[in-house]
T-cell receptor
Framework: AQSVAQPEDQVNVAEGNPLTVKCTYS??????LFWYVQYPNRGLQFLLK??????LVKGSYGFEAEFNKSQTSFHLKKPSALVSDSALYFC????????????FGPGTRLSVLP | DSGVTQTPKHLITATGQRVTLRCSPR?????VYWYQQSLDQGLQFLIQ???????AKGNILERFSAQQFPDLHSELNLSSLELGDSALYFC?????????????FGPGTRLTVL
């Protein structure tokens, strides 16, 4: 079965500093990896995905993620954090016979301090 | 705004009762997915429907059921409710249910069982 780990419950960064939210995965076959963000009292919003190709994936709101097959990681990054980036971030992998659903990590709460 | 709508936003009910959560997918999306988000279990996939037919089941209890109607909206029925069923219930939709495709999430229904 596919699984995702997010080793940090909480990440604190100062505004303007780079941020990294970590994700490692375990899959059988090719990984199909996604990042979602959840703001308070909102649903999940899609940020970016890795399917194949370049290891550096660019997504919404200035976020990017680096796929590393040897380390089975898919870390989310942003060069300069904003206070408005404070939210709950989920890494996810596709699961099921034809990838019909997501398996989500436990989530990492990002706090960007002014 | 993802284009996925869910009603009601909040639902408060008592143990042993039955409730129905409603979801309207994005225009043109044939697949609907239900997820449960709770503090102890995180985000878990419950069930998927595609064009009116059940496609996949995840960690859905026997007390829970769902259906997708000809107009593609979906309902999640929760019966014999227990305190532990208190959670956020999300609906998501996508066009084809392939591994490459992101899912678009609704704002969720917060269920509180007293």
């Amino acid at each position: 079965a596919q699984s995702v780990a997010q080793p940090e419950d909480q990440v604190n960064v100062a505004e303007g500093n780079p941020l990294t939210v970590k994700c490692t995965y375990s899959v059988s076959g090719n990984p199909y990896l996604f990042w979602y963000v959840q703001y308070p009292n909102r649903g999940l919003q899609f940020l970016l995905k890795y399917i194949t190709g370049d290891n550096l994936v660019k997504g919404s709101y200035g976020f990017e993620a680096e796929f590393n097959k040897s380390q089975t990681s898919f870390h989310l990054k942003k060069p300069s954090a904003l206070v408005s980036d404070s939210a709950l971030y989920f890494c996810a992998v596709r699961d099921g016979d034809y990838g019909q659903n997501f398996v989500f990590g436990p989530g990492t709460r990002l706090s960007v301090l002014p | 705004d993802s284009g996925v709508t869910q009603t009601p936003k909040h639902l408060i009910t008592a143990t042993g009762q039955r409730v129905t959560l409603r979801c309207s997918p994005r225009s043109g999306d044939l697949s609907v997915y239900w997820y449960q988000q709770s503090l102890d279990q995180g985000l878990q996939f419950l069930i998927q429907y595609y064009n009116g037919e059940e496609r996949a089941k995840g960690n859905i209890l026997e007390r829970f059921s769902a259906q997708q109607f000809p107009d593609l909206h979906s309902e999640l029925n929760l019966s014999s409710l227990e305190l532990g069923d208190s959670a956020l219930y999300f609906c998501a939709s996508s066009v084809p249910p392939g591994r490459n495709n992101e899912q678009f999430f609704g704002p969720g229904t917060r269920l509180t069982v007293l």
